[in-house]
């Protein structure tokens, strides 16, 4: 078993963090970002050419975090690839140790630096999810026995602001979970009533999965700003106001994480938070820290290399 997924097993409360590869080959950054929060956090997602933005590609960065000591969560996307290459990038983490795969529909080219290039999209993140639940059962989207079936971990994104309804978005999970999803991350939390108000309709549900709330520490008032103008993004006013009035942005940016971690801790539901703190992960350690989430819990190591257990 994955880390991730024994201490979700365990109920204890767990810690992901995110990771950018860059837009180039030395992978020098990327272990160091996996040394430093490998201490604090339980797994550390590596983004797949994330808002469609050619980078060093996922897998070969999550093999950087394994072997520099880190638990990676593979992100893995619909957008780049048909569902021959999906199955065997799955087959190629499971065979190198990863067990850990968040698969996402993916961000349309337009958004990014070729918007040129021809979407893929042969599946979507639900359709993907239940094809790695196939693939860890022994067999290929096309029916075929997998003689040594890949262990995964599988888990999605959702976004609880997004429309049209707090209700609508848990029904959204719940399918991810039928599909095969084990563990949800969501999109970054700034409003905790609608957080709140998602995770109820959620628990209506049965809570069918694990749900890590997203965390991103803001950096500035225009940064909030900038996310309020996003769709599918939802900003307090009172986060906005004690930016707007902070007189060091970055410290009170701090002191609104560690706040709103604690407050997620007690919403009913809620199994962990994922912290995005993308070109800021030397702020993590201390927001884990100072939330009251370190020492990580002690999980027994397995090596996870090869087929099912």
């Not at 707090?166 to 999109?187: D, H, S, V, Y």
């Amino acid at each position: 078993m994955s880390r991730l997924s024994e201490v979700l097993a365990a109920g204890r409360f767990a810690v992901t963090a995110e990771i950018g590869p860059p837009k180039h080959a030395d992978a020098r950054k990327v272990r160091e970002l996996a040394r430093l929060l490998a201490p604090c956090t339980d797994a550390q997602n590596l983004t797949d050419n994330q808002t469609a933005v050619v980078r060093l590609c996922s897998l070969a960065a999550a093999v950087h975090v394994r072997e520099a000591g880190g638990e990676p969560v593979l992100q893995l996307t619909c957008r780049d690839r048909n569902r021959i290459a999906l199955q065997s990038d799955l087959l190629g983490a499971a065979s190198l140790g990863i067990e850990n795969v968040l698969c996402l529909t993916g961000d349309h080219q337009k958004f990014g630096n070729h918007p040129q290039a021809k979407g893929v999209f042969d599946l979507d993140s639900v359709q993907l999810l239940a094809m790695a639940r196939g693939m860890g059962e022994g067999r290929f989207l096309n029916g075929e026995e997998i003689k040594a079936p890949p262990r995964l971990f599988p888990g999605a994104a959702e976004n609880p602001f997004a429309g049209p309804s707090a209700a609508f978005r848990a029904a959204r999970l719940a399918k991810k979970a039928r599909a095969g999803a084990r563990f949800i991350q969501t999109q970054v939390v700034y409003d905790l009533a609608g957080f709140q108000a998602f995770m109820a309709a959620v628990r209506q549900l049965g809570n069918p999965v694990p749900v890590l709330a997203g965390v991103t520490p803001p950096k500035s008032a225009r940064a909030l700003k900038y996310m309020q103008g996003i769709p599918g993004f939802r900003v307090s006013e009172e986060a906005l106001r004690r930016m707007e009035g902070a007189s060091d942005p970055k410290e009170e940016g701090i002191r609104l994480a560690v706040e709103l971690i604690r407050q997620l801790r007690e919403v009913p539901g809620v199994a962990g938070v994922h912290i995005m703190a993308i070109g800021w992960e030397e702020a993590v350690p201390r927001i884990v820290e100072e939330s009251g989430l370190m020492p990580r819990p002690e999980i027994q190591e397995t090596d996870g290399i090869g087929g099912a257990a």
